[in-house]
């Protein structure tokens, strides 16, 4: 016969060690899981904000290129600024008339978004974008809406 501490096996000692480290890697393992988790949410609103910001200076671009006239009297007559609220979303959008000589003849476009996340985009139209009626645009001889106009 063997002597009992001759015989293989685990004590109780070692069996609870075991335990505790599986424990402790699998809370990490739940923590990083938990942690990817919330950047991926931030990094969807973060796109949901910059999509919307997009599409509302896009939609403004365009409607100020086929409306220059209308616009380049901004701020102040006409619709100047404007919101669009979609999946608790809001975006403020403005238009404005560049000031100095630099400036003239540019309307610069302006998005903010807030909501879960934000954004913030800006351009300027020229007026040498606009089209009238007839599909004239402006040329150096015919400034048409590029002429300079009242402060």
Same mark, same amino acid.
């Given at each position: 016969?063997?002597?009992?501490?001759?015989?293989?096996?685990?004590?109780?000692?070692?069996?609870?060690?075991?335990?505790? #480290?599986?424990?402790?890697?699998?809370?990490?393992?739940?923590?990083? %899981?938990?942690?990817?988790?919330?950047?991926?949410?931030?990094?969807?609103?973060?796109?949901?904000?910059?999509?919307?910001?997009? $599409? *509302?200076? *896009?939609?403004?671009?365009?409607? /100020?290129?086929?409306?220059? $006239? *209308?616009?380049?009297?901004?701020?102040?007559?006409?619709?100047? *600024?404007?919101?669009?609220?979609?999946?608790?979303?809001?975006?403020?959008?403005? /238009?404005?008339?560049?000031?100095?000589? $630099?400036?003239?003849?540019?309307?610069? /476009?302006?998005?903010? #978004?807030?909501?879960?996340?934000?954004?913030?985009?800006?351009?300027?139209?020229?007026?040498?974008?606009? %089209?009238?009626?007839?599909?004239?645009?402006?040329?150096?001889?015919?400034?048409?809406?590029?002429?300079? /106009?009242?402060?």
């Amino acid at each position: 016969m063997r002597p009992v501490a001759a015989t293989r096996g685990l004590t109780l000692i070692e069996v609870l060690v075991a335990v505790v #480290v599986i424990t402790v890697v699998a809370l990490g393992l739940v923590g990083i %899981q938990l942690l990817s988790l919330r950047i991926t949410r931030s990094s969807q609103e973060s796109s949901l904000a910059t999509q919307l910001a997009v $599409e *509302t200076l *896009t939609d403004r671009i365009v409607a /100020v290129t086929s409306n220059f $006239e *209308t616009y380049r009297s901004c701020p102040g007559v006409g619709t100047c *600024t404007g919101r669009v609220v979609r999946d608790g979303f809001t975006a403020d959008w403005s /238009v404005a008339r560049g000031s100095g000589y $630099e400036l003239d003849g540019l309307l610069q /476009v302006d998005v903010a #978004v807030t909501g879960p996340a934000t954004a913030r985009m800006s351009t300027y139209v020229s007026c040498m974008d606009y %089209q009238d009626a007839l599909g004239k645009t402006p040329t150096l001889l015919d400034l048409g809406v590029c002429a300079p /106009v009242g402060p």
